[in-house]
């Protein structure tokens, strides 16, 4: 009867209690919003740095972090494969590369180039490189074929066709040059890359870079991804001999973990002011009920009803608008989040380029993680109780002759 | 042994500022199966004794009996269970649970008394065709008029089987004819089972239907008069 006597109170007022429940539903909505576009953008960010820049794991020359150049690229064969393939039944794969920069050229106009030997096949298992290609293809190796970023390829004016000329340093202060037919072009997912990224073969770079058989990092693909740390160890082990080391891509780009770190704080922030906002306007709807309320409440006491059981049902009242605030937030939140997972917001114009310029995508990809749910959802719902803790303190301090006034 | 008595009951309002003495010495007892009126001008301390003797109020000095129990000093929660096994409550106005029919509200009182269900039930229908609300049993209190409410509300408190009902100017709100009505309803309970009624009025024809009159001035008592029972 408790129960019913509290539901009931819940539709007594239907006004009051729908737009309690909507402002809870409204702020659960935003709250996942805010949080799932903002972990989406994270993680798209945190796959475009780990997929096609450093992978989540590196092998490098023990040299190589403070000295990048091709003086510290390693030898990569059979036996250093085999040796990490057989120790390590996590390492899923391992991917080589050879990167440096050069001058890169076409009829004209000349530019500063990152040059990057891939095997295409690997590379493409990890972060599907060929979707990301406008036009053309990757060639085989000995085919002289290059793949530019569409940045680089617009400002050297250099279309699919075309012959690209490379300029620079090899191994030992070697001179390299080489003539390039542009194969392709792509749309390369880090801004500042896409101006500056060429992909020849593999063994097309060592050749020209005089570095036969060697690498300068070898991405080591993990069976699981999350949980590096011990794989990381271990491979060092394995490695430690040979003068390489093992890198993390957290321990290759702080700066990133730390950019991220504050995109979430100032996404915690917003959250914060929105979390009080939404709290005020819930602690004014549960006032004036408490007030509305106040000779109900005092004739209850008068006639025996005991405090503690009052507030009971005062606050079962107030439970039932807070969880069904919280579960209708959920409703409506996940609808939009699908919404906009299946169509994801993509900036055009002005504002992808802005969003370019920051090293994003024109797309904003959405999370949708069962922990910013529980999180979220619980945030709110204990904001929700601690307010309706009032009516129920309020019940317990009260006078009983003031309240039948 | 009378079942209420009162002990020099005083009262003053916020003796600190502007004292106001609601009550003076009062001294009274009341037997069962007493139907009592207290009357008296606005601000003669009428409400301010039934809530002592309620123990919704506490006094300066003083105290208060209930059935041999002193109520004055008595622990709240201790106070609150005494008064729901006690003591009968009907306000003046907005007595009900809003949100519960005239069936509930009656059944909710024994509820918090832990009665059984089928006492609960059995009592509920008994008292309120008692008070002519048979057909009303599922009517919310803003479905009924306010004569019905006060029925409601005294069925109620009949409900909790309490020793006596406290009404402080049950009929206030109501018109003539529900007025009345209220007073048949509360005279057949006390003269078909006993039950002791104390109520406060400004209606002199209310007044006329108690049995002992107590006239209040200056919070003090002015009169206290018995007629004989009609024959
Ligand atoms: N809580 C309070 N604080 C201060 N003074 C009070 C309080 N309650 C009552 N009084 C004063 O005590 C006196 C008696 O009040 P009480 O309400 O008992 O009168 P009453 O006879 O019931 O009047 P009415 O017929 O208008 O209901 C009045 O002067 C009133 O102003
Ligand atoms: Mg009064």
């Known amino acids: ?405 | 042994m009378p079942i209420i008595t009162t002990h020099n009951l005083s009262k003053v309002y916020n003796p600190d500022t502007v004292p106001v003495h609601a009550l003076r010495d009062v001294n009274l007892e009341f037997e069962e199966g007493e139907f009592t009126t207290v009357r008296g001008p606005s601000g003669s301390g009428k409400t301010t004794l039934l809530n002592m003797i309620g123990g919704l109020d506490i006094p300066t000095e003083g105290h208060v009996e209930i059935a041999g129990t002193r109520i004055t000093g008595m622990k709240e929660s201790k106070l609150i269970e005494f008064r729901l096994n006690n003591i009968g409550f009907v306000f003046q106005a907005y007595n009900l649970i809003p949100v519960f029919t005239a069936y509930e509200n009656v059944t909710f009182i024994m509820l918090l008394q832990k009665r059984s269900k089928q006492e609960m039930k059995e009592r509920a229908h008994e008292l309120l065709s008692a008070m002519g609300l048979k057909d009303k049993l599922d009517s919310r209190p803003k479905e009924l008029s306010g004569g019905e409410q006060q029925r409601v509300a005294v069925a109620r408190a009949l409900a909790s089987r309490p020793k006596f009902i406290l009404a402080d100017e049950p009929t206030a709100n109501l018109d003539t004819d529900s007025a009345m009505n209220l007073l048949d309803m509360m005279e057949k309970m006390n003269r078909e089972e006993n039950v002791t009624f104390i109520f406060s009025t400004h209606d002199q024809r209310v007044i006329d239907r108690a049995r002992r009159v107590i006239t209040m001035v200056d919070g003090a008592i002015d009169k206290d008069e018995r007629k004989s029972p009609p024959s």
């Open chain 1, 1 to 405: 009867m408790y129960l019913k006597l509290a539901w009931r109170n819940l539709w007594r007022n239907k006004r009051r209690t729908l737009i309690t429940v909507s402002s809870i539903m409204f702020a659960v909505v935003a709250a996942l919003f805010v949080e799932s576009l903002g972990e989406g953008t994270r993680q798209q960010l945190l796959d475009n740095m780990t997929g096609f820049q450093t992978g989540y794991m590196q092998i490098q020359d023990y040299r190589y972090e403070d000295e990048p150049s091709l003086d510290n690229a390693f030898l990569f064969d059979d036996s250093l494969e085999q040796k990490i393939q057989t120790d390590h039944q996590d390492v899923d794969f391992l991917i080589p590369r050879i990167e440096t920069f050069m001058l890169a050229a076409g009829e004209e106009i000349t530019r500063g180039a990152m040059v990057m030997g891939i095997d295409i096949e690997k590379e493409h298992q990890f972060n599907e490189i060929r979707d990301r290609l406008k036009i053309g293809e990757f060639g085989e190796s000995g085919e002289q074929k290059a793949v530019l970023g569409e940045g680089l390829a617009n400002r050297l004016n250099l279309a699919v066709g075309d012959t690209l000329a490379l300029l620079g340093q090899g191994r030992f202060g070697m001179m390299s040059s080489g003539l390039f037919e542009v194969s392709g072009l792509i749309d390369f997912p880090i801004r500042e890359l896409d101006n500056q990224i060429i992909y020849l073969s593999l063994e097309d770079a060592q050749w020209l870079l005089s570095a036969e058989e060697r690498v300068t990092n070898l991405v080591v693909v993990p069976e699981n991804p999350r949980n590096l740390n011990p794989l990381s160890q271990s491979l060092s082990e394995t490695v430690k001999n040979d003068e390489l080391r093992v890198l993390t891509w957290e321990e290759m780009m702080p700066e990133l973990i730390e950019a991220i770190e504050f995109d979430e704080l100032s996404g915690r922030v917003m959250l914060w002011i929105l979390y009080v906002v939404i709290g005020f306007g819930i602690f004014g709807t549960i006032l004036t009920m408490t007030l509305e309320r106040k000779r109900e409440f005092g004739i209850l006491l008068s006639v025996g009803m005991y405090r503690t059981k009052l507030a009971l049902v005062v606050f079962i009242e107030t439970l039932f608008i807070s969880i069904l605030g919280v579960l209708s937030g959920f409703g409506l939140g996940s609808l939009i989040l699908l919404y906009f997972h299946f169509t994801p917001i993509q900036f055009t114009g002005d504002m992808a380029d802005l969003m370019h310029d920051f090293g994003f995508e024109a797309t904003m990809e959405i999370t949708f993680s069962p922990e910013i749910y529980m999180l979220q959802g619980s945030a709110i719902l204990v904001i929700t109780l601690l307010i309706c803790l009032y009516p129920s303190l309020k019940i317990a301090g009260m006078d009983i002759l003031e309240s039948k006034k």
